[in-house]
């Protein structure tokens, strides 16, 4: 009896061993597939992200692109980007010039609450120049407690580049593209260094790459356009396999005129020229056919970009917009004939001003399957509402303090869920000083709050039946005129750096 007990107890024994393996081994089991099936669904979630690339030309016109009415310079791949998606006709750059505006994009933010509200040198440590090896000063630099649309994209783990034409701060200081979220810097960082396309070096991050054959006189072998295009495609094809977001600010059509001689060829005989007095940066020989040139050769790199996007298969889930950082240069400046293109489509004022031509710039977005294709839409928006909008797209959090608005529901075609701005608001700290404010169809300006005591006087003008703004209508309008004035005290935020004198709390 004993002895079977005993057999029984070692029978049991064994058993329950047998049992707790069996339990351990499933377990193991379980915690296996757990993981690799998290790990496929977060690579899932990650891959279903949408591929951002965003592209702004470099003072290029609201009617600088075929599809926005222009009769000499051809752009067929911008064109078939607004024929396979949406036009925009009622958007506007984030200020009149370079930095500022490439600061409410990335920031968004309009220019009265901004960081950068004028292109400017910074006065910053000799050490840091030297050693970087600076050779030109760099902008303004951007805070680090900025988030830009960089940064905001690493909530998804994206890779971020930017290529093109910074203006934000020199590599060092807070502004530094490697210390604002992006992965990949190559490109002019000083916009002083991007007025000439054939460089001596460009920049990958902190460091210095020369440029073969060039010695920044009007040509050279190895033109900064291509460098750009070549370096986005490398970058797309080393990141197709994870979410990306390319940020292209491309330093075309932005004087110096010059271009290759393949591009030139396209129009040199074809676009008349005309004598005139030369002001400012490397003289052209053919500078109307150099400028459509320049134009072209971009488009026609836009159009490598998406050929590659379809070759590797991304392009139904990346989103491309196309869009320029403020108007058209004026007074034929390096030779550019913005009268000639008709640039600003008739608006009034050029590149540095707040009237329309300054700032009303082409938007084209195209996102096959989900952005109506042929579509176009009058939305008032400006490019401070592009952080909220990459945000819903790709799901991610926005800043809490910012001014822009998502315009996904428009680009999605649900137009009747969008909310829309009350206004838009900006300021210039140059030029003489400008305020100005676009309120449904109201245009309202003033200027010369760079002087003391200035007498100031608001401008009011109705868009809908006057878009050249040609006819001040302030006196019979009081009424909107005052809420423009409270739009104007409201909104603008002193600046330590950019002081408006005629207003600014002392």
């Known amino acids: 009896m004993q002895s079977m007990i005993e057999n029984e107890s070692r029978f049991t024994h064994t058993q329950v061993s047998s049992y707790q393996v069996l339990f351990i081994m499933c377990l193991t089991v379980v915690a296996f597939l757990s993981q690799t099936l998290s790990s496929h669904f977060l690579f899932a979630e990650q891959s279903s992200q949408p591929n951002i690339v965003l592209i702004m030309a470099d003072d290029l016109g609201y009617q600088e692109l075929g599809c926005y009415g222009q009769k000499w310079i051809k752009t067929p791949h911008i064109d078939k980007l607004a024929a396979e998606g949406m036009k925009f006709t009622n958007f506007y750059a984030g200020n009149a010039v370079c930095a500022p505006s490439r600061c409410c994009l990335l920031t968004g933010k309009h220019p009265g609450h901004a960081w950068v509200r004028n292109n400017g040198d910074p006065k910053l440590p000799e050490e840091l120049r030297e050693k970087y090896g600076w050779e030109f000063p760099g902008q303004n630099p951007i805070p680090a407690a900025e988030v830009t649309i960089a940064e905001m994209l690493k909530q998804k783990q994206y890779a971020t580049a930017a290529i093109g034409k910074w203006g934000l701060g020199h590599f060092g200081t807070s502004g530094d593209p490697n210390k604002q979220g992006f992965d990949l810097f190559y490109g002019f960082n000083c916009q002083r260094h991007a007025h000439n396309h054939y460089p001596k070096f460009l920049w990958r991050n902190d460091v210095k790459e020369m440029q073969p054959g060039n010695d920044r006189t009007l040509n050279g072998e190895t033109y900064s356009q291509d460098q750009f295009t070549k370096v986005a495609l490398e970058f797309i094809r080393e990141n197709q396999k994870r979410p990306f977001f390319l940020y292209l600010p491309f330093a075309i059509p932005h004087l110096s005129i010059q271009v290759t001689e393949e591009s030139l060829a396209e129009y040199k005989d074809v676009i008349p020229e005309e004598d005139y007095v030369h002001k400012g940066y490397l003289k052209h020989p053919y500078p109307r056919a150099g400028y459509a040139a320049m134009i072209t050769h971009m488009d026609r790199d836009i159009g490598k970009i998406m050929t590659l996007l379809e070759e590797l298969e991304l392009d139904e889930n990346t989103v491309v917009m196309f869009t320029s950082d403020n108007g058209p240069t004026y007074d034929r400046l390096g030779g550019s004939d913005s009268d000639f293109f008709e640039s600003a489509n008739g608006f009034s004022g050029l590149k540095g001003s707040l009237y329309e031509g300054g700032i009303r710039v082409p938007l084209v977005s195209r996102w096959p399957g989900k952005i109506p294709a042929g579509t176009t839409t009058d939305l008032i928006s400006a490019s401070w509402d592009f952080l909220p909008t990459i945000a819903d797209l790709t799901g991610t959090k926005p800043p809490k303090t910012i001014d822009g608005i998502s315009m996904t529901p428009t680009l999605l075609g649900d137009a009747d869920h969008q909310i829309e701005h009350e206004f838009l608001y900006w300021e210039f700290a140059a030029y003489s000083g400008q305020q100005a404010v676009r309120m449904g169809p109201w245009k309202g300006i003033r200027q010369n709050l760079l002087k003391k005591k200035a007498e100031l006087k608001t401008e009011l003008y109705h868009l809908e039946s006057d878009p050249s703004e040609s006819r001040d209508v302030a006196a ?30 002392q």
């Open 476 to 505: 019979e309008h009081p009424e909107v005129v005052e809420r423009i004035e409270q739009l104007f005290n409201e909104q603008h935020t002193n600046s330590e750096v950019f002081r408006f004198p005629a207003i600014d709390k």
